[in-house]
């Protein structure tokens, strides 16, 4: 009898999950082909689907032999139902290898969190339909990106992976980094589901945090990507919330995800997060990943096993099985099977992709006198450090993309993973040589009385200054490692004109800034990297990028002002107390608490200058539809990224204000452009955990133009009727 009816069964499961948001619906076309498959399936054959297997030797185990090599992961097809095997592969940036000797060496992206700071969703699309046809033509069929965990800590190592500290442009630059590797019939795999927002004890702490305050924070930048993205699959997370372990919570996957959204597609676990059979398969998990990082086989005979007793329903594993194969088949990758065909990349296309998306992203901080762009007379130029003559940093990890044409330095960082530490080929300095007549002085920072002498006389100084990060590691605190504070300090001593480029993968602090003509936030830029740092530096391009998150003037600012776990032992069990700061992520927390920042989240200065006019405001499509003009009022073309962020006047909100919408507007000299936007309703809304609703008040609500979180440059009110909707809707 276990094996009757899987038709009916699966119906039954997909309704039930269901419940709330879609049981009325259809199935589509992609879910009554894959109940079909489903129904012609031997029980060994489902197991088999579920059940993934690390791509790479680990601990003396060797991957399938039909695994590509140094890859994420591999889960067989059945050949007789025409079902292609998954081939997995890292991630966000490129197409990433495991460590070993036949890394494949691809185009890299810039760090999501550059990618984000262009505040440009079609270049997020953009960047990711290349990388998605790289892993295409790598042979791969599922890309274990887009990232969307909250900035919620900015010591987090892998936050150069993700995509800020607001929701809403972390949820569209996620949702359009997801829809553009789809666009290769690859599937996407959103992570790390969810409040994965630290490394330091990641596979066991306990977040605790109302789940309210979730919707409207971590968990709304996963839905608003799922929306826009429609991944088809979801990595849930190594943590735990709520005492419960990411892949085996009812909560997140089954409540939130599958019914409160109407998530359609597959959940597959973390590489090693997970740590049962019965209560992970229950709670809705859909395919365990990475065997051997778990201790345990726990999808394979185990599960076999625990259905064949009925502890697990074989509707359960139906439905498992059925959201694989809708994943498979909405996104064409049943019908499109894979080869690798790796010679037919275009890799000066690629680079060129990834250069634009680097230059968007560069932010420029601070220009004093106009340090920058370069002057076209200047006689010398010091560059200082960060091996700007070589290449350029790139983050470490699983992320990992190595570069075409090797490391362009040796033996950095850790050997063994996370490491190395991968300096891309393509040097700032080469980059500025091809276009400046100026002397260029290079000192490798290593020593600051020397790089000092250095810089004394020149015209301006270029200190490179940089800090690596990479999953599995957060930084201890936000101070540039290597006493690069003491070399930028002695070098802006001998000489003020001095600008600090900075590649890191989170914010720094910079105890310096008061000395230093300029500061350019340049992230890890990827692929061309170098060439998109002097194009910025030169005025080639305008600087637009804007930061995706809030640069605290020091620690004693964050709702933490200490990392959690920091000083236990590794695999301790520890709680992270979000409630702290509920949903007040980032500037909501500095508006919160009237902490002023070093660089607030949306700031970013421009080679010229814009005047806006016009602000207007109402009510609209259950949310607040605002207009208003740019003008570019400055003397050279360049890009503004002006913000609406609206308030509820009176009390009820986690934080004074919350970013609404935005537009980007490319303009030239004297020119001026319209802009419409259309707040988001959940950003005008409460989450309501009672009702299981969202909720907008009645009342007044101020609508501010601004050119960053503390840069407000007109305020319009507007009313709004009560209204409120459900969890998965807008
Ligand atoms: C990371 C994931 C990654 C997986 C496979 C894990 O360590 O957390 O982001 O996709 O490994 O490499």
Known sequence: MQHALPNARWAIALA??????????????????????????????????????????????????????????????????????????DAGIGVASQPGKQTRERTSLPAGIATAATWNPALAFKGAAMIGKEARLSGFNVMLGGSVNLAREPRNGRNFEYTGEDPLLAGIM??????GVQSNHVISTIKHYAYNDQET?????????????????????????????????????YN????????????????VLKRDWGYKGYVMSDWGAVHSTIPAALAGLDQQSGYPFDKSPYFDGALKEAVQNGHVPEGRLDDMVARILWAMSAHGVMDNPV???????????????????????????????????????????????????????SGGGSAQVYPRGGMAVPNEGPAAWPGPMVYLPGSPMQALARRSKAKLDWHDGKDAAGAAKVAAGADVVLVFATQWTSEANDVPNLSLPNGQDALIAAVAKANPRTVVVLQTG?????????????????????????????????????ASGRLPQTFPLAENQLPRPRLDGLDLPKDSRFDVDYDVEGAAVGYKWFDLKGHKPLFAFGHGLSYTSFTYTNLKAEAADGGIQVSFDTLNSGARAGKAVPQVYVSKVGAGWEAPKRLGGWDKLALNAGERRA???????RTLAVFDAASNRWKIAAGEYRVMLATAADAPVQTVTVRLPAREFAAGAR
């Not at 039930?16 to 199935?27: E, G, K, L, S």
Request: glycine residues 12%; aromatic residues 4%; contains cysteine.
């Open 675 to 681: 802009s419409k936007v259309a707040v988001d309703p």
């Open 16 to 89: 039930a999950a269901c419940a709330v948001q879609c049981a009325q619906a259809a199935p589509d076309a992609a879910q009554q082909r894959a109940a079909k498959l489903v129904s012609q399936m031997t029980l060994d054959e489902k197991i088999g689907m579920v059940f993934g297997q690390f791509g790479t030797e680990f601990q003396g185990k060797q991957p399938p032999t039909e695994a590509l090599v140094q890859s994420a992961g591999y889960i067989k097809g059945i050949e007789r139902l025409g079902i292609t095997p998954q081939w997995l592969t």
């Open 201 to 237: 004890g990641r596979n066991h702490l306990n977040v605790k945090i109302d789940d309210a305050a979730g919707r409207m924070s971590d968990l709304l930048a996963f839905q608003i990507a799922i929306e826009r993205g429609n991944p088809g699959s979801v990595m849930c997370s």
């Open 506 to 542: 989170t914010p720094v602090t910079m105890p310096w800034v008061d000395q230093v003509a300029g500061v350019v936030q340049a992230w890890y830029p990827g692929t061309n990297g170098g060439e998109a740092i002097a194009r910025v530096l030169s005025g080639e391009v305008d």
């Open 240 to 255: 735990r919330i709520g005492g419960v372990y990411g892949c085996e919570n009812d909560h997140l996957l089954n409540k």
């Open 339 to 393: 080869k690798v065909r790796d010679k037919e990349i275009d890799y000066a296309d690629h680079a060129r992709i990834s250069q634009e998306d680097a230059e968007e992203g560069i932010v420029l901080l601070k220009n004093a006198g106009n340090v920058l762009p370069l002057a076209p007379g200047s006689r010398r130029i010091a560059i200082i450090g960060g091996h700007a003559n070589k290449g350029v940093l």
């Open 174 to 179: 996620a949702g359009e980094q997801i829809r």
